[in-house]
């Protein structure tokens, strides 16, 4: 087995309750951990972020800076402090850290105000990290979300099925022209298809959510947004995604894992505003640049 599929989370292991760590948990925590590897997400609804961070002022910066081309505005906890008290929520961490047993890093906000009727796909293509799986999203409600909002939906249990790189799914990755925009487009629309027909094997489900309320969900889990139903209403959210300590981050839609080829990523911790120390389970690596971006990963 090559290195990078070593060491995954504690959470990976089947046998995961026999992990010295599960039984220094309470009783509630073990609850929340079952319930995380059993299906792939955690609705929190006992931390209301509605009653100590000030929307109103939120949304304003937010819609000032809006792209409206793409439905969203990324890292927005550079400019608004309300962001990024939501990104680096105690509460938040805390149970990252309980669940993965390992600190969590946010390293990207995205704030929307309407649903993105995005089609399925799992964080898993777009980011992830060496051991794989330390990486999550948060998905934070801005104000009261229903099923005609545009909700987002998720297949429940769908982290479980293997990781699918574009190379599993017989989407080509090599030569030059990967990093050609045309050619991303066109491989991501044949990621899509491939994965709705995944997805199509697991049970769905939409999220109706009160204010300020979260949900947290594995980096493999597919999800996505549901198509809205009602075009005059909003759906204020965000997403934070988070790795976690002693991690490489990459992107696996670039990389070319059967060469040990990787698009890796240098991120910045929203926590301290440093770049990630990227290491391997706290062992050093050299990451040697090979061509177009990609590089080897060396123990």
Not at 97 to 123: K, M, W
Request: hydrophobic fraction near 35%.
């Amino acid at each position: 087995m090559s290195f990078y599929l070593q060491n995954l989370p504690w959470i990976e292991n089947p046998l995961y309750k026999q992990d010295p760590y599960y039984s220094t948990l309470s009783v509630k925590d073990q609850s929340a951990v079952d319930f995380y590897v059993d299906n792939g997400y955690l609705l929190i609804e006992d931390i209301d972020l509605s009653q100590e961070i000030d929307f109103t002022t939120l949304q304003t910066l937010v819609k000032t800076n809006y792209h409206w081309e793409s439905n969203r505005v990324q890292d927005a906890y550079k400019f608004c402090t309300q962001v990024k008290q939501i990104a680096c929520n105690s509460e938040i961490l805390k149970l990252l850290h309980i669940i993965y047993n390992r600190a969590p890093v946010p390293f990207q906000t995205l704030n929307f105000i309407n649903g993105t009727e995005q089609a399925t796909h799992s964080d898993f293509i777009h980011f992830n990290t060496i051991p794989y799986h330390y990486m999550c999203g948060v998905w934070t409600a801005l104000e009261d979300v229903t099923l005609k909002q545009g909700p987002l939906h998720y297949y429940v249990g769908s982290h479980k099925f293997e990781a699918l790189e574009y190379e599993k799914l017989q989407i080509d990755t090599t030569g030059d022209r990967y990093l050609d925009i045309s050619y991303i487009s066109k491989s991501y629309t044949q990621y899509e298809k491939k994965i709705a027909t995944i997805a199509a094997q697991f049970p769905r489900k939409e999220l109706s959510i009160k204010k300020g309320n979260c949900l947290i969900w594995a980096s493999n889990l597919l999800h996505g947004g549901s198509k809205r139903e009602d075009l005059s209403l909003s759906r204020w959210s965000q997403v934070t995604h988070y790795l976690f300590e002693d991690v490489i981050p990459m992107t696996p839609m670039l990389s070319n894992p059967s060469k040990n080829e990787w698009m890796v990523r240098n991120p910045i911790n929203i926590l301290t505003g440093e770049l990630m120390n990227r290491n391997y389970n706290g062992t050093q690596v050299s990451i040697v640049p090979t061509s177009q971006g990609r590089s080897r990963i060396i123990l």
